[in-house]
């Protein structure tokens, strides 16, 4: 059994636990059209976006498992809301162990937008790291279009740290805002079921 199965964060009235595989049919039902993903990854011509996004998000999982390392790390985990399955939060380190840095990707369904949700699920995966892993530093970026996922990161205090450009899924260039935070003001996120799981992080 996956250790981190047991892993229970929550924030206030926002949850996060490890997605499972049962979680992946209504995970893709649910994927909203706009969700993005990495520029890098493989379109199929013989699939629309849509089944393009559930095919990445699905094969995203069963990587991370798959290629779990203490000095290379993704952990998604699935939103709770009011019982209700409404996202992915999505926490990343590379080199954690030395670099004790996470970066972050997120998405939520729509009708969960513009409630504050997507602050409570980053301030939730946020406490885990800095005050359970012992991180020092949070990074994340978003395209200058994307004012949600900035407005999320300003709003927790990270700071702008410079912009890059990247090629999107569509073939053009595009600028990404990035962002740091290195000051964990703390917030009231309880952890439960980490017990035994710090050797997966490097820790």
């Not at 301030?123 to 949070?138: H, K, Q, S, W």
């Not at 996120?189 to 710090?198: D, L, M, R, Y």
Request: proline share 5%; aromatic share 8%; charged share 20%.
């Amino acid at each position: 059994m996956w250790p981190l199965f047991d892993l229970r964060i929550r924030h206030r009235d926002v949850l996060l636990r490890a997605v499972r595989e049962a979680d992946l049919p209504y995970l893709c039902s649910v994927l909203p059209p706009d969700v993005g993903h990495d520029p890098r990854l493989a379109l199929f011509d013989s699939q629309s976006p849509l089944e393009n996004e559930r095919r990445l998000l699905r094969m995203g999982y069963w990587k991370a498992l798959g290629t779990w390392d203490p000095l290379s790390w993704e952990l998604h985990l699935a939103v709770v809301f009011e019982d209700v399955l409404i996202g992915v939060q999505t926490l990343e380190g590379e080199n954690f162990p030395a670099l004790r840095t996470v970066d972050s990707a997120s998405w939520l369904v729509p009708s969960a937008r513009g409630r504050g949700l997507g602050v409570r699920m980053r301030t939730a995966a946020l406490g885990f790291a800095f005050e359970t892993l012992g991180a020092t530093a949070a990074i994340s970026s978003a395209t200058l279009a994307n004012a949600a996922s900035l407005g999320v990161s300003r709003r927790i205090g990270y700071a702008d740290n410079g912009i890059s450009r990247i090629v999107d899924t569509g073939g053009d260039v595009v600028e990404l805002q990035n962002l740091r935070l290195t000051s964990w003001p703390g917030a009231d996120v309880a952890v439960t079921g980490f017990e035994g799981c710090e050797a997966w992080f490097g820790i």
